[in-house]
């Protein structure tokens, strides 16, 4: 195990990382303005980026386009084969955290730091309903795709539960003190959250509610994102706290620690981690660098 490769060309904090496995491209979004793309099997920035006007807090590959989310509320959809933007949708005010591709209902969920969820069109991009959840950020968000319930967590600590035919809660709970700031799906039944009092927690779903199970110290200060790897059996988590842990799927315990050790590992807060393959994860953070690390054990 051990780092194989370091990307630099962004001058501010890293916060959003998204693949192109099909020609193995991995674009990354930052508080420079900046979009940028990267050869893995080079380590090298390739010829394609994107320069906004703001900040790009989310980021998000489906198809052939980019969805881009930035600080000033606007989403930009880019071509990725015409090297063009087609669109710039602005339906909130505040930063776009989080974008969702709900294929089965045919929406986008844009999650904005106004508190508003927006419903929009996958063919289209038209708005089709803004939802107001929350007077804080709305940071995360998931759908359930066998029951079709979206899932949001935001900055007020809330976990909310949605029915996704007319967007009405249907229950709703707190997950995190402080705010729930990722989600991912252990199962059929567990959802994973984590948040800024640095815990994992493990929630299962049953008749429209969710019960809290299980809560795992996981990082010293707030986890910012929590991602599984290809084959699901592995788990990182990234945080505040300048690290990366690797868990183990099956039980939830702690497998490996990637920390700064003498001139490798972050020196500041871990903002995003993204998995390449079974063995090869990015992180992102304060530092500018995204880091290429191999996991594999030697």
């Known amino acids: 195990m051990g780092l194989i490769g370091v990307l630099e060309g962004h001058s501010s904090a890293v916060y959003a990382l998204a693949s192109n496995l ?160 990722d989600m991912k799906w252990l199962d059929d039944e567990n959802l994973l959250t984590v948040g800024r009092d640095g815990h994992i927690r493990r929630w299962r779903f049953g008749n429209g509610t969710i019960t809290h199970e299980e809560a795992i110290p996981a990082h010293n200060y707030a986890i910012y994102a929590l991602q599984f790897s290809p084959s699901g059996r592995k788990i990182a988590t990234c945080s505040r706290d300048k690290k990366v842990k690797i868990w183990n799927a099956s039980d939830l315990s702690f497998d490996k620690r990637i920390e700064r050790e003498g001139p490798t590992g972050h020196t500041h807060s871990v903002n995003t981690v993204m998995w390449y393959d079974e063995n090869t994860l990015l992180s992102a953070g304060d530092d500018r660098k995204i880091l290429v690390w191999n996991l594999k054990d030697s």
């Open 22 to 181: 099909i020609d193995k491209r991995v674009f990354s979004g930052a508080a420079d303005n900046m979009v940028g793309s990267w050869n893995l099997e080079e380590m090298k920035p390739d010829s394609f980026s994107v320069k906004l006007e703001y900040s790009i807090f989310s980021l998000l590959f489906c198809d052939e386009y980019l969805l881009i989310g930035q600080s000033a509320g606007g989403v930009h959809l880019i071509d990725l084969n015409k090297k063009r933007e087609l669109r710039h949708l602005k339906f909130h005010d505040l930063p776009v955290f989080s974008i969702i591709n709900d294929e089965n209902r045919g929406f986008h969920y844009f999650l904005g730091g106004d508190g508003k969820l927006s419903i929009v069109d996958h063919i289209d991009f038209s708005l089709k309903l803004s939802l107001p959840l929350s007077d804080d950020k709305l940071r995360c968000g998931i759908v359930r795709d066998d029951s079709f319930e979206l899932f949001v967590g935001s900055s007020d600590g809330y976990i909310r539960i949605l029915e996704t035919t007319y967007f009405n809660v249907i229950f709703e709970v707190e997950g995190h003190p402080g705010g729930v700031y």
